[in-house]
């Protein structure tokens, strides 16, 4: 049996209605009659697309089924931060866990993540828009700089050097607002997610790869020397899978697959344009990728059109009133921590599902028990770099090629109590409101 967590509104048009990133543009016809891949990607995120470009770079036949079209989902209307992360655990766990080489593999795979991106945007030649300089950990109150000291000596045990910025100087770095420091991370810049996508699906059809929008999979069966995948309106057979649908997955689609993510709602509110006096009265000048300390973190940056982007994690539910009571809460919070920008309009709002693994790592590995068959899923938010990077791991899994990675491949756990893991949420929220305490006053 097959199940999605959310409300169908989650998964419908109406929630990316005002999404600013443009959707990618192609002839991708819905899958019809049979077909046959020697290799299938069920997903049309960038997990997907990497996986499927690398794998039609090596020669390999390739169909990509996506039930949308390629960038709909969370690939096409995130914030465009291509930078470190891809965990809520943290190096420190990591290291006690898995040890310190592999601590130092996941540091290194999170920096070749975004060397990834680079490159492929690079090698066929994506104007997404790019900029900023590492991304920005700012302070929401004052016991919090001196994690963000200890974050420093961590960063620098590892190579990076990063900076810490006290208080006093944050207005002179064009970064003024609500905060009592913070902590600049010269790794990672920001892009146009929606341009990446396109850029990231045209490279995939130009390497040979077969590309099917609408085309959801409904039924998943192993055959004896493979799978065979049906759509509404097809039949695909395949000899190796690779499932790419993060957030946007289905319980039961395998079996395997049920329990082993937890969608969660991530909102995103874009003002209009912003005149110089305006962005000078807020004296928030950088271009730098930000986001705040909070558990329920607020991540923003000012866009290169002037536009401040501004969004945040929550809302359980998924509904038209739940997502217009989301959209005054982020307005009511943009108004606190930037209060020269209270009165601006902000005629862009969307909703996305990031996804999470029980145990807060990502996961890039082989699916269950079943031969020729991978898996790349649970970025906590952090998928552009890291789910890029699953992807071409994923596709050297399929080519047979040696894949270590002891942090991303280790036995995925299951949430327990499956069909009422979206609950968990609910007091997951409340928790993390009562630790970071109310917004500032303005």
């Not at 990076?160 to 010269?186: D, Q």
């Not at 069909?419 to 007091?427: E, F, P, V």
Request: charged fraction near 20%; include cysteine; aromatic fraction near 8%.
């Amino acid at each position: 049996m097959t199940r999605r967590i959310y409300e169908d509104y989650a998964y419908s048009g109406a929630a990316r209605a005002e999404c600013i990133w443009p959707v990618p543009q192609g002839n991708w016809p819905s899958l019809e009659g049979d077909a046959r891949a020697e290799a299938a990607v069920i997903g049309g995120g960038y997990t997907g697309l990497s996986a499927a470009l690398h794998l039609a770079q090596a020669g390999v036949q390739v169909t990509l089924l996506e039930a949308k079209s390629p960038g709909w989902g969370a690939s096409g209307r995130n914030g465009g931060f291509c930078c470190i992360g891809g965990d809520k655990l943290g190096l420190g766990a990591i290291r006690k866990r898995f040890g310190a080489g592999a601590a130092q593999a996941y540091i290194n795979a999170q920096r070749d993540a975004i060397d990834l991106v680079a490159h492929l945007l690079d090698t066929h030649d994506i104007d997404a828009d790019t900029h900023s300089n590492g991304e920005l950990q700012l302070a929401h109150h004052p016991r919090i700089m001196s994690d963000l000291r200890a974050e420093q000596e961590e960063w620098a045990a590892y190579g990076v050097s990063a900076t810490l910025i006290e208080r006093a100087e944050l207005a002179a770095r064009g970064m003024a607002g609500t905060f009592h420091g913070g902590l600049h991370v010269p790794l990672g810049f920001a892009l146009n997610p929606g341009k990446y996508a396109s850029g990231l699906a045209d490279a995939a059809r130009n390497a040979g790869v077969t590309v099917h929008a609408d085309s959801p999979v409904v039924h998943i069966t192993r055959t004896g020397n493979g799978y065979l995948l049906e759509t509404p309106t097809g039949r695909l057979t395949t000899q190796k899978l690779i499932l790419a649908t993060n957030g946007y997955g289905t319980d039961g689609l395998p079996d395997w697959m049920t329990g082993r993510y937890l969608p969660l709602q991530s909102n995103i509110l874009v003002t209009r344009s912003l005149n110089e006096d305006e962005i000078a009265a807020q004296g928030w000048t950088t271009d730098l990728m930000a986001y705040d300390s909070r558990h329920l973190l607020h991540y923003f940056r000012l866009l290169p059109d002037r536009r401040f982007l501004f969004g945040a994690r929550g809302n359980v539910g998924a509904s038209a009133q739940g997502q217009a009571a989301m959209r005054a809460r982020l307005n009511r919070e943009l108004a606190s921590m930037f209060p020269a920008w209270a009165g601006i309009e902000t005629p862009h709002f969307w909703s996305g599902l990031v996804s999470l693994s029980r145990d807060l790592l990502p996961y890039a590995g082989p699916v269950g028990d079943w031969d020729n068959a991978w898996a790349g899923m649970n970025y906590h938010g952090n998928g552009v770099a890291m789910g890029t990077w699953v992807g071409a791991r994923l596709a050297d899994m399929a080519l047979g090629r040696g894949v270590e990675l002891p942090v991303h491949t280790r036995t995925l756990p299951r949430f327990p109590f499956p069909r009422l893991r979206r609950s968990y949420l609910h007091g997951a929220m409340l928790g993390y409101r009562l630790k970071d305490g109310p917004p500032p006053k303005p």
